[in-house]
Structure formats: structure tokens, C-alpha cells
């Protein structure tokens, strides 16, 4: 995992975690900590499934210019040595 993708999962479990300790300590009846806490695991899963598919888009391009590349040296080496 390269450097921005350790600060993203950094800020998201500090996120959670500060949010979760300000409900948990806040003055409110059990149902509206539910519902608060409900609202923020939609809110992170929602943020997780965007990282997702941003880190699955860039691995699908690296591997479509690996593919390239290697069809590229396929046909150089089809050619046979330069002379």
C-alpha cells in the first residue's frame, strides 16, 4: 500500500473511531446513538467502496500497460535479433 492509501485508511480509522467515542459519550437516548452510529458505518462503508474502486481502476490500468509492454517484447523478440 503506497503512502496515500496509509493516510486514507489513517484518517478513516480516526474518523470512525473519534466519531464512535463522541456518540458513546454523548448525552442521548440509546435510540438516537443507534441511529447515529448506523448513519456513520453507511457513511464509512460508503467512503471504503470509493477507495475500492479507485484503487481496482488503477490496478486494472497498471495491468493494462503491463499487458502492453509485454506484447510489445512478444513481438520484438518474433522479429528476431536486429542486425
Known amino acids: 500500500m503506497d503512502n496515500t492509501g496509509k ?3 489513517a484518517f478513516l480509522m480516526g474518523a ?5 467515542a ?6 442521548e437516548s440509546g ?3 443507534r441511529t447515529k452510529l448506523s448513519k456513520t ?8 467502496e470509493d477507495a475500492w474502486e479507485s484503487s481496482a481502476e ?5 495491468v493494462d500497460e503491463a ?3 509485454l506484447e510489445k517484447i ?3 523478440a518474433a522479429r528476431g535479433p536486429e542486425k
Open 74 to 76: 512478444s513481438k520484438e
Open 58 to 62: 488503477k490496478l486494472k490500468d497498471v
Open 22 to 27: 463522541g456518540l458513546l459519550l454523548a448525552p
Open 16 to 20: 470512525a473511531a473519534g466519531t464512535l
Open 41 to 48: 458505518a453507511n457513511d464509512v462503508l460508503y467512503d471504503l
Open 7 to 9: 493516510t486514507f485508511a
Open 31 to 33: 435510540n438516537k446513538v
Open 67 to 69: 499487458l502492453e509492454e
